[in-house]
T-cell receptor
Framework: DQQVKQNSPSLSVQEGRISILNCDYT??????FLWYKKYPAEGPTFLIS?????DKNEDGRFTVFLNKSAKHLSLHIVPSQPGDSAVYFC?????????????FGKGITLSVRP | ETGVTQSPTHLIKTRGQQVTLRCSSQ?????VSWYQQALGQGPQFIFQ???????GRGNFPPRFSGLQFPNYSSELNVNALELDDSALYLC??????????????FGPGTRLLVL
């Protein structure tokens, strides 16, 4: 049973427009959420995170929104740039005192067209 | 650049063999986690080490084992390799103790192919 779901496998947007990447989760114990970007032949690169006590976190062109009641989060990239083309993973962890394992979605491939 | 390095970058083994993958964490990062990423999937948690002790394990059999050393390096060992073990193996390090809201920083991964 997948606890973190990224239901859209791919997204294509025009350069300069907004990219919205969605993620849903089922485990109500998750309290920390992260977005990673991955290029081929590289490891995931941390982009932005949000704690469950917040509903928004912004860092430059990247903003993450969290809707706890809907168990939904989204990553907004504006304006989108061709260099943003990559696979984006949503990940979540639960602060249960034992370990801080990350549970990942399957990823979304973002293509930004020039 | 995360400061996390892994070796080797690529590896080819045959079924039944054993393999050791290595990771060097960022200095000061006491927690290291290992993940397996199969093609088309997100990374899956294998296990986590904190101060040289295993601190949590995912749904992987005992033939997956690990070690963490005081110099911030760690190993993932896989015995009796199976074809399904072919994947990208990622290590990630973090500064805080397990169970805290700490960001994990990933290395570039080791691509393992089992024939």
């Amino acid at each position: 049973d997948q606890q973190v779901k990224q239901n859209s496998p791919s997204l294509s947007v025009q350069e300069g427009r907004i990219s919205i990447l969605n993620c849903d989760y089922t485990n109500s114990m998750f309290d920390y959420f992260l977005w990673y970007k991955k290029y081929p032949a590289e490891g995931p690169t941390f982009l932005i995170s949000i704690s469950s006590i917040k509903d928004k976190n912004e860092d430059g062109r990247f903003t993450v929104f969290l809707n706890k009641s809907a168990k939904h989060l989204s990553l907004h990239i504006v304006p989108s740039q061709p260099g943003d083309s990559a696979v984006y993973f949503c990940a979540a962890s639960a602060m249960d005192g034992a370990n801080s394992k990350l549970t990942f979605g399957k990823g979304i491939t973002l293509s930004v067209r020039p | 650049e995360t400061g996390v390095t892994q070796s080797p970058t690529h590896l080819i083994k045959t079924r039944g063999q054993q393999v050791t993958l290595r990771c060097s964490s960022q200095s000061g990062h006491n927690t290291v986690s290992w993940y397996q990423q199969a093609l088309g999937q997100g990374p899956q948690f294998i296990f986590q080490y904190y101060r040289e002790e295993e601190n949590g394990r995912g749904n992987f059999p005992p033939r997956f084992s690990g070690l963490q050393f005081p110099n911030y390096s760690s190993e993932l060992n896989v015995n009796a390799l199976e074809l399904d073990d072919s994947a990208l193996y990622l290590c990630a390090s973090s500064l805080g103790s397990p169970g805290t809201q700490e960001t994990q920083y990933f290395g570039p991964g080791t691509r393992l192919l089992v024939l």
